[in-house]
Antibody
Framework: EVKLVESGGGLVQPGRSLKLSCAASGFNFNDYWMGWVRQAPGKGLEWIGEINKDSSTINYTPSLKDKFTISRDNAQNTLYLQMSKLGSEDTAIYYC?????WGQGTLVTVSS | DVVLTQTPVSLLISLGGQASISCRSSQSLVHSNGNTYLHWYLQKPGQSPQLLIYQVSNRFSGIPDRFSGSGSGTDFTLKISRVEPEDLGVYYCLQRTHNPFTFGSGTKLEIK
């Protein structure tokens, strides 16, 4: 069974950084592009970016490229999202995704 | 960026009825490899989005044949026949032809 479990969310102050993780299981992690999507409270879905199998290609939504960094550790079957200079507009549920499957998401709240 | 315009914003459908959702793109979604990467997702209340239809008209694993997708180029449609209570939620189209990938703004399906 494919499982994607995000962690690392929580309350963070404006201007600070936060790193999210996504633990994958039930499939060969090395074989898939992986991505992140977010959803602000009561709003629609926003694609953040995705990373290819060997981390040689990473695509971002341009408006988020300067503050978000996607990486992966194939040995640990884990996807990461490093977020910096966070603002209230970054308050959202952050989902990890691969083809056909999404995690349950982790909530990030940016507030003082 | 590609803009996906979904209509209607909301739908009120009787049990057993049919729903139709439109997704129009600001540019053609035909990839240079000939494929069209337009997908449909359903986000049920309190859940993460689930893939229904991929590449315009292909049902994902476990999706009943009550769900069907059609279209080409810039105009796409999701049809749900014999609507059941578990179909309620917000439906999103997603294009993965052009970077950055983008979602439609969503269509909320409510059941009478």
């Amino acid at each position: 069974e494919v499982k994607l479990v995000e962690s690392g969310g929580g309350l963070v102050q404006p201007g600070r950084s936060l790193k999210l993780s996504c633990a994958a299981s039930g499939f060969n992690f090395n074989d898939y592009w992986m991505g992140w999507v977010r959803q602000a409270p009561g709003k629609g879905l926003e694609w953040i970016g995705e990373i290819n199998k060997d981390s040689s290609t990473i695509n971002y939504t341009p408006s988020l490229k300067d503050k978000f960094t996607i990486s992966r550790d194939n040995a640990q079957n884990t996807l990461y999202l490093q977020m910096s200079k966070l603002g209230s507009e970054d308050t959202a549920i952050y989902y990890c995704a691969r083809w056909g499957y999404w995690g349950q998401g982790t909530l990030v709240t940016v507030s003082s | 960026d590609v803009v996906l315009t979904q209509t209607p914003v909301s739908l009120l459908i009787s049990l057993g009825g049919q729903a139709s959702i439109s997704c129009r793109s600001s540019q053609s979604l035909v990839h240079s490899n000939g494929n069209t990467y337009l997908h449909w997702y359903l986000q049920k209340p309190g859940q993460s989005p689930q893939l229904l239809i991929y590449q315009v008209s292909n049902r994902f694993s476990g999706i009943p044949d009550r769900f069907s997708g059609s279209g080409s180029g810039t105009d796409f449609t999701l049809k749900i026949s014999r609507v059941e209570p578990e179909d309620l939620g917000v439906y999103y189209c997603l294009q993965r032809t052009h970077n950055p990938f983008t979602f439609g703004s969503g269509t909320k399906l409510e059941i009478k």
